[in-house]
């Protein structure tokens, strides 16, 4: 008798989850995984865009995956995206729980911090400092930084990616904190690089086995060496990024006159936000990495996409040359004037996204989408990759790199307001520093265009070394090219001495504000 009500009770069991699951609605198609484990063992750490990419194939553009008990939805297409975290976005606005990088930030990563009071003030204090209003403030900052790299390729060429990467750290530090850099080596350069590349590496889904079985945070720390590690570099981080903070803070609240920056920004207003003194030194170093990885990597895309498609150069040349001309460099009062280098940076970005896999998104409550059940607490991740290559939105050859695409018969934007791509991010959790971005790249793509003609360089028998066009690399979250070398030539006479010119200049008021201080 003991074994028979055993069994009526699972078959009880059964019959009442089997209607409170057809009552409730159903979850979307996905692979078939295995007990308990699910999912766990399909999932492609390597390359999981691609996995995702293959898997909308078969199952459409909305796939469930169920991980260890823990249910996941990939998100595929443009439609699918924005009206889960656009028109919904209030109810997935909240973030999945990476413990290690929580305790190795201090719950202070603006990107994966859950949706709290302490995230809102954070958000609205970036908003704030990194308005489009704002943004025009920092034009000089990168236009010299874009003349500085424009000098940097022409004349070592073989050098492009350290010269990319010098002007993305410089730029940031300069906008965030008035710091700029002429050089890799410098201290507070390779001191924010370590940070990055520490959370490259611990933000990787994957990497670490308390990520996906939470019970081990538990565990003491003498038995868990991974807690060891983030109580270290939460101290080592916090301490050097308050240093850089208070500097400006104190200087502000002398009356000092200051450059315009973040920090100073942050520091005027720092009361009207609620912030401490930890809670925007974090901000500010958190921004830094984000900003300098996606420009130094959508930069070494442009170059790798410029070489591969002479015809968009040939373009760009047309357009710089008639807006600018030769005997001047372009600048910020011709962007409207130039739209295919405005849909030359929005291609880049949509072709090559630098992250393919967007930070998930997680709902506050159980959600309804085209009769499938979301529920409250899934881990809803967007494909950026898949999704900036939906041929829904993007037509049959999304696949292909036309930066066309994004102009109208007459050749001007199609719509000024759309960034033309989802690499930024969707609703309340869009990149809040976008519009420098943009604008950063703008200038850069213009400037070396200007100069410029980029090429691959050639073996011994003539012949151009192009790298493949379906090359790539994955450096912790972020998409880069594989390595290979270009020529830089000189388009027009002029070129290299008004970009000597420029960089002579940049470099004597550089000496003139280091002999002031």
């Known amino acids: 008798m003991h074994w028979v009500n055993l069994v009526l009770a699972f078959l009880l069991f059964f019959v009442f989850y089997y209607f409170r699951r057809a009552r409730i609605g159903c979850y979307p198609p996905g692979p078939r995984g295995l007990p308990i484990l699910g999912n766990l063992f399909q999932l492609d750490n390597e390359k999981s865009w691609r996995t995702f990419a293959k898997w909308k194939d078969l199952y459409g553009p909305i796939i469930y995956l169920n991980t ?107 906008i965030l904190y008035d710091l700029p850099s002429r050089n890799l080596n410098d201290p507070t350069v390779k001191f924010m690089n370590d940070f990055i590349d520490c959370i490259d590496k611990i933000a990787v889904p994957g990497n670490y086995l308390v990520d996906m079985l939470p019970f081990l945070e538990c565990f003491p720390r003498w038995m868990a060496k991974w807690k060891q590690d983030a109580e270290e570099n939460y101290k080592t981080f916090t301490s050097k990024f308050e240093d850089m903070f208070l500097r400006i803070k104190n200087e502000t609240a002398t009356g000092n006159e200051q450059r315009p920056s973040f920090c100073v920004t942050l520091a005027e207003n720092q009361k009207q936000h609620r912030l401490s003194d930890t809670d925007c030194a974090w901000l500010a170093g958190v921004l830094y990495a984000a900003g300098h990885e996606t420009t130094s990597t959508t930069m070494a895309w442009f170059i790798f996409s410029v070489i591969q498609f002479p015809q968009v150069q040939a373009r760009a040349h047309e357009e710089l040359d008639r807006v600018v001309g030769h005997s001047r460099l372009p600048s910020f009062a011709d962007i409207k004037h130039l739209p295919y280098i405005q849909a030359l940076v929005k291609e880049v970005l949509r072709w090559k996204p630098a992250a393919p896999i967007g930070v998930p998104h997680v709902p506050i409550q159980d959600d309804y989408y085209e009769g499938y059940l979301i529920r409250k607490g899934t881990i809803c991740i967007p494909c950026i990759w898949s999704i900036n290559r939906d041929p829904e939105a993007y037509g049959s050859d999304a696949d292909e790199f036309h930066p066309e695409r994004h102009l109208d018969e007459n050749g001007c934007l199609k719509d000024e307001e759309n960034e033309g791509h989802v690499t930024y991010g969707f609703g309340q959790r869009i990149c809040v520093g976008r519009h420098f971005a943009n604008n950063e790249l703008f200038i850069q793509i213009a400037m070396i265009l200007w100069a410029m003609q980029l090429e691959p360089v050639k073996d011994k028998d003539g012949n151009l070394m192009k790298p493949d066009v379906d090359a790539e690399s994955l450096h912790g979250f972020f998409l880069r090219p594989p390595p290979f070398q270009i020529n830089a030539i000189k388009r027009f006479e002029e070129a290299e001495s008004v970009i000597q010119q420029a960089r002579d200049e940049i470099m004597e008021e550089v000496l003139a504000r280091s002999d002031v201080s």
Not at 107 to 127: C, L, P, Q, V, Y
């Open 68 to 174: 260890v008990g823990q249910p996941m939805i990939i998100l595929n297409s443009k439609k699918v995206a924005e009206d889960l975290f656009d028109r919904r976005g209030s109810n997935y606005i909240n973030r999945h729980r990476f413990i290690v990088v929580e305790k190795t930030t201090g719950d202070s990563n603006i990107g994966f911090m859950r949706s709290t009071e302490r995230w809102r003030k954070m958000r609205r204090a970036s908003e704030h400092a990194l308005g489009p209003k704002i943004s025009s403030n920092y034009h000089h900052i990168q236009t010299s930084e874009s003349i500085l790299l424009a000098h940097g390729i022409m004349n070592q060429p073989h050098t492009w990616l350290s010269q990319i990467e010098r002007a993305s750290s410089s730029t940031s530090l300069s």
